[in-house]
């Protein structure tokens, strides 16, 4: 089976930088992507990574090392529309996705 | 283009009744799944599609079923509902079979009684 871990909560302050991590024992590797999702809503597409490294896309980055089974998401100058579930998901050697529970981002003003 | 749609938005079932949750997306996609998820457990595959015609189980595809007779629909029924099938569903597709990104529907919240 699968085993994605993450934390279940995280609480930051406006303007603040926060980390997700998230660490994960996979059968296969095809990939790790990171979704936001805001209460009630679907899960929207952040990033992909397949190889290890830094992806950033604007205020967002995200890390990826294989060989540690471990990535994160950063997330700068955090908003207050940034409040939302951070879920990772492991593409596995079936080219299926497993998806962590979740980590759910309060930001404080 | 509206993407991905499904119906209904939300439900409220009683146990042993048959329900479908229909899924359509106008994106051309090759690929389509459905998720459920459930708070502490995050998504879980039910059951997928790579391309019209064939189907797949997932990881909890015990008591639902799927069809796929065209590119665009995905329908996902459960025959006999059960109250530990109340849940919130999500269909999603992704243009490349299991290889792309998926996107995802809005999802249908359903409770079995």
């Known amino acids: 089976g699968q085993n994605i871990d993450q934390p279940t909560e995280m609480t930051a302050t406006e303007g603040a930088i926060v980390q997700i991590n998230c660490t994960y024992q996979t059968s296969g590797f095809n990939g790790l992507f990171w979704y936001q999702q805001h209460a009630g809503e679907a899960p929207t597409f952040l990033s992909y990574n397949v190889l290890d490294g830094l992806e950033e896309k604007g205020r967002f980055s995200s890390f990826l090392s294989r060989s540690k089974g471990y990535s994160y998401l950063l997330l700068k100058e955090l908003q207050m529309k940034d409040s939302a579930s951070y879920l990772c998901?492991?593409?596995?050697?079936?080219?299926?996705?497993?998806f962590g529970a979740g980590t759910t981002v309060t930001v404080r003003a | 283009i509206a993407g991905i749609t499904q119906a209904p938005t939300s439900q409220i079932l009683a146990a042993g009744r048959r329900m479908t949750l229909r899924c359509t997306q106008d994106m051309r996609h090759n690929a389509m799944y459905w998720y459920r998820q459930d708070l502490g457990l995050g998504l879980r595959l039910i059951h997928y599609s790579n391309t019209a015609g064939t189907t797949g189980k997932g990881e909890v595809p015990d008591g639902y079923s799927v069809s796929r007779a065209n590119t665009d629909d995905f329908p996902l029924t459960l025959a006999s509902a059960v109250p530990s099938q109340t849940s919130v569903y999500f269909c999603?597709?992704?243009?490349?079979?299991?290889?792309?990104?998926?996107?995802f529907g809005p999802g249908t919240r359903l409770t079995v009684l």
């Open positions: 998901a492991v593409r596995d050697g079936d080219y299926k996705l497993s």
């Open positions: 999603a597709s992704s243009t490349s079979g299991s290889t792309d990104t998926q996107y």
